[in-house]
């Protein structure tokens, strides 16, 4: 049985050993839908290993029942953003093929910056990819093709296949779900082909976890005081957002946590920041739970901060001892 792989619960960078039973060449696919596409890829590569990406629990669970039940063992479903696995866990040059198939439009200008083909995406799909690695997209939506084309054709690391930015025919194409209803409704599909040629590239550095963050302050007040004085609040940290959501204590153990979401470009995380006592009278410990399986990132490392001075500068004699925590 497959257990729901999530991009939260793996090693950072991905190691092959942990997925499969041996390392092969890896081939992607982002948002794979019901995970047909993802199991025909595994079926007709067995010296592939295929790994798909998927936001939908739903699709997550569905693909996974197939691929038991099929008996694949080359193709592996993780739940996580396309974006949070190209930043966290993909190495530089280690893919050798991206497939995306339909990706949602976001059809509203104010949605855009939502869409998964963007310059940012682009750039790090490139830098994933392996010498002469493949990327392929298909989108039946006219806009969003002259949109990923202009991406695509300002791309030095990406080589076009064709002669035009794209063709509405692909030999041999396996058709996903969406593209079968696509097809009967009579909706065109555009399909990309490039290659990573032999420019150089940028490589947007894989983002690695951090040491856990700590904070430790001194404060008269209980945590149950702490709790009651507590404002739900959102702010922006660097490049992160975190919002402070509700809080609770523990009276008898005089505890608190802080329900926090804390959003980065590349990771979103849900977890609960604890404050915890320490043996010496009205010092407290602030530091991450594992709540949401939530990882050390740069924003979490802020959010730690934020809880820690916020609870330090509630009382005039509260005050930040030391800090354990990235810049
Ligand atoms: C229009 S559906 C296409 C599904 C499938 N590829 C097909 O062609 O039948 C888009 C899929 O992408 C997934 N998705 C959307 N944004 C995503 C993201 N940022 N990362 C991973 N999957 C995403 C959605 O959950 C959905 O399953």
Known sequence: MLRKLNILTLDWPLRQERLFARAQPLIVEIGFGNGDFLIHLAQTQPDRNIIGVEISSQSMDKAEAKIDALGVENARPIHARGETALAHFFAPESISEFHINYPDPWFKKKHHRRRFIQRETVDLLTSRLTAAGRLYLATDIREYAEMAGAVFADTPGLSNQFDKPWVNRLEDRFRT????????????????????????????PLIEELE???????????????????????????????????????????VAVFEVVVEEPSIEQHTMIMLAPREEAGEYIVRMTSLGHARATLGMHRAVEAVGEWVAGLDEAGMVLERKLRG
Do not use: C, W
């Not at 696509?182 to 032999?198: A, K, L, P, Q, T």
């Not at 959501?245 to 153990?253: I, P, V």
């Open 212 to 254: 856990m963050p700590h904070l430790f302050l001194y404060s008269p007040l209980t945590a149950a005081e702490i709790v009651d004085r507590f404002q739900a609040s959102r702010r922006k940290l660097g490049d992160a957002h975190v919002a402070i959501l509700h809080a609770f204590a523990d009276r008898k153990r005089n």
């Open 177 to 204: 779900k969406y593209e079968r209803k696509g097809d009967r409704e009579g909706r065109r599909g555009h399909f990309f082909v490039y290659h990573r040629n032999e420019r150089p590239v940028a490589h947007p």
